[in-house]
């Protein structure tokens, strides 16, 4: 099984950096995904980690360290739009996805 | 447009009903999934399907079963409905053999047992 912990709540200011970690402990890892959460939306894919190190798309970057069962998603130049739930989910060896309880920012003027 | 299509957005339903939750997809992916998300509990697999004739019980499956008699469709259904089952309810659709791609999520299902 998996488990996940990030941290609940985040608040940061709009235009700053925002850094959101995730440990895991799983019995057969497959790849680490990050998803961005709206209020009252569903889960939308925001990156994918199988191999160590980082992984850059635009204003958005994800790191993994297998080794220390570690990621983190980082959101560089803030924008109001960004407030939303975070959600670190982790793949096994069947294709199943478990998530972690999800990471609220909130990005203030 | 591609994706995957859940019915009804939301309902309200007595305890004791019987209540089947639709999802539909036209991506011809492998693998279906059932979620319930709780606030403070995340996203919980509930059950699963890994290709067309196949289920398997996620993390939550008591009261609930799924049946896969095509690719495209996977309904949830509770048999008897009790207020612990009130949630937002999310199906879900992968190819398995994608890799990068994770999951394709419906709108979800928003449902209250009183």
């Known amino acids: 099984g998996q488990n996940i912990d990030q941290p609940t709540e985040m608040t940061a200011t709009e235009g700053a950096i925002v850094q959101i970690n995730c440990t895991y402990q799983?019995?057969?890892?497959?790849?680490l995904f990050w998803y961005q959460q709206h209020a009252g939306e569903a889960p939308t894919f925001l990156s994918y980690?199988?191999?160590?190190g980082l992984e850059e798309k635009g204003r958005f970057s994800s790191f993994l360290s297998r080794s220390k069962g570690y990621s983190y998603l980082l959101l560089k130049e803030l924008q109001m739009k960004d407030s939303a739930s975070y959600l670190c989910?982790?793949?096994?060896?069947?294709?199943?996805?478990?998530f972690g309880a999800g990471t609220t920012v909130t990005v203030r003027a | 447009i591609a994706g995957i299509t859940q019915a009804p957005t939301s309902q309200i339903l007595a305890a004791g009903r019987r209540m089947t939750l639709r999802c539909t997809q036209d991506m011809r992916h492998n693998a279906m999934y059932w979620y319930r998300q709780d606030l403070g509990l995340g996203l919980r697999l509930i059950h699963y399907s890994n290709t067309a004739g196949t289920t398997g019980k996620g993390e939550v499956p008591d009261g609930y079963s799924v049946s896969r008699a095509n690719t495209d469709d996977f309904p949830l259904t509770l048999a008897s409905a009790v207020p612990s089952q009130t949630s937002v309810y999310f199906c879900a659709s992968s190819d398995s053999y994608s890799g990068a791609d994770g999951y394709t999520f419906g709108s979800g299902t928003r449902l209250t047992v009183v």
């Open positions: 799983t019995s057969g890892f497959n790849g």
């Open positions: 980690n199988v191999l160590d």
């Open positions: 989910a982790v793949r096994d060896r069947l294709d199943k996805l478990s």
